[in-house]
Structures are given as C-alpha cells and as structure tokens.
C-alpha cells in the first residue's frame, strides 16, 4: 500500500490550499482515509475522515466548516480543501488509510508541508 501526499506549501493567512492523497497497491472499498496533522512541538491530531465507499465525512472541530475533504474514486484519491487558513494550520499534513474503517490507521504516507502566514 502506497499513499502519496501532495499540495502543500506556503500560503497567507485566510488563503486556501488543496491536499491531495494517491493511494495504491490494493482496492479500498472498506477503508476509511483520513488526514492528520502535526504542529513543530506538538503531537499529530486527527483532521479529517471519509469512507471510501459511502462518502461519509467527519471533522475535528478546529477545521469544521472550513476543510473539506473528498475522494475521486476513478482515481483513488482523497483530497482535502482548505479554506480561510489560519497560521494554526501550520503543520506537516499526513494522508493515512484505516482498512475496516475500524479507527486503526494502518497505512500511512509521507507528509506534505503547509505553511500559513500571518
């Protein structure tokens, strides 16, 4: 299983960024993917869930109403829009896969920057 992350960089604050997440190697009808965060100095919280099958969606609270994530399924990708950034945003951003849907995120890949500015 490999799961590309791609989309971050540097953006102002109340600017807006879109991650992307490639996932590979199997089918992910099950799985729940999701995205995590992680500040300098702190540890990584969840952000943001979605069924691969049904499309349900969940959110952390912090970024409620103003991230968005979703999947293409044709391409096997999760994407997570990100609007009104806040420099609190500022974090390494991790695409992970949960193969159940079971809470256990097994499948985790390579972080992608974002940088909010004030």
């Known amino acids: 299983v490999q799961l590309q992350a791609s989309g971050g960089g540097l953006v102002q604050a109340g600017g807006s960024l879109r991650l992307s997440c490639v996932a590979s190697?199997?089918?992910?009808?099950?799985?729940?993917l999701g995205w995590f965060r992680q500040a300098p100095g702190k540890e990584r919280e969840f952000v943001a869930t979605i069924a691969w099958n049904s499309g349900s969606t969940y959110y952390a609270d912090s970024v409620k109403g103003r991230f968005t994530i979703s999947r293409d399924n044709a391409k096997n990708t999760v994407y997570l829009q990100m609007n009104n950034l806040k420099p609190e945003d500022t974090a390494v951003y991790y695409c992970a896969a949960d193969r159940f849907a079971s809470g256990n995120y097994n499948y985790w890949g390579q972080g992608t920057l974002v940088t909010v500015s004030s």
């Open positions: 190697g199997r089918t992910f009808g099950s799985d729940a």
